[in-house]
């Protein structure tokens, strides 16, 4: 069985609650993304991962908090943390929103994507002007991909709040990668992070790595189907 460092002891119940959440977040995610999109079914298991997801950020943003400076690599799950909340959230609200309307919360969203870009750009620097390259036991190159993702995320925000909303395929487009991408943040982090804690004949099994991965290709599935296909007009007059 695997044993926690002494100094994670005192949190073990929060860490409980986050992997708890995380496990809820994959099968609710990997039901959500099987099913017939806009069903009952599909917007159950919806809200059910979008909840996972926040409170196992949440935990793990308090957890990376409080361990900061006494294990290695939380640095990068704080800001990881608040990017899972906002990916679910602003996937969430694109359909809850009227299509071509938007309000206070696509203003504000931006801005906290820019806290976390910028916040991934000074560990990159820290990381850089180091001796060793690296910052809390990441290189460089990883704090600057993160905060390139998050840029990218809030120039995609800036784009529909100028547009003063968004509609048809490309709403739909937004939602789907973004809960895929959310998804992947637990699949990737519990399939292909957390091996260390699996038995020793699981570890580097490639089916946790297909596990891992296999919110990507779904992604890419489901952007392709309603980007390239009439599935989005079919689906709407099924419905």
Request: charged letters at 10%; a positive charge; one cysteine or more.
């Amino acid at each position: 069985m695997h044993a926690f460092p002494p100094v994670v002891t005192p949190y073990l119940p929060l860490i409980y609650v986050h992997i708890s959440a995380g496990v809820v977040a994959i099968f609710a995610g990997a039901v959500a993304v099987t099913v017939k999109k806009g069903g009952r079914v599909h917007r159950l298991f919806g809200i059910v991962f979008v909840l996972a997801m926040v409170v196992l950020a949440v935990m793990a943003t308090y957890l990376a908090i409080s361990l900061l400076g006494k294990l290695h690599g939380q640095s990068g799950n704080i800001a990881a943390g608040a990017l899972v909340p906002y990916l679910v959230a602003t996937a969430w609200m694109t359909v809850r929103r009227r299509p071509g309307t938007i309000g206070l919360f696509e203003k504000v969203a931006p801005v906290v994507v820019l806290g976390v870009a910028a916040t991934f750009l000074f560990w990159g620097v820290r990381a850089t002007m180091s001796p060793r390259g690296s910052f809390d036991g990441y290189g460089a190159v990883f704090y600057y991909v993160f905060s390139g993702l998050a840029l990218f995320f809030a120039a995609l925000d800036l784009k529909v709040i100028l547009q003063g909303g968004i509609s048809g395929a490309p709403r739909i487009l937004r939602h789907l990668w973004r809960m895929c991408f959310a998804f992947f943040f637990a699949t990737g982090s519990f399939f292909i992070g957390q091996q260390k804690v699996m038995p020793v004949w699981m570890q580097g099994a490639w089916y946790l790595f297909v596990l891992g991965l296999a919110p990507l290709a779904l992604m890419i599935f489901w952007l392709i189907r309603v980007r390239f296909t009439n599935w989005l007009k079919r689906d709407a007059v099924a419905t």
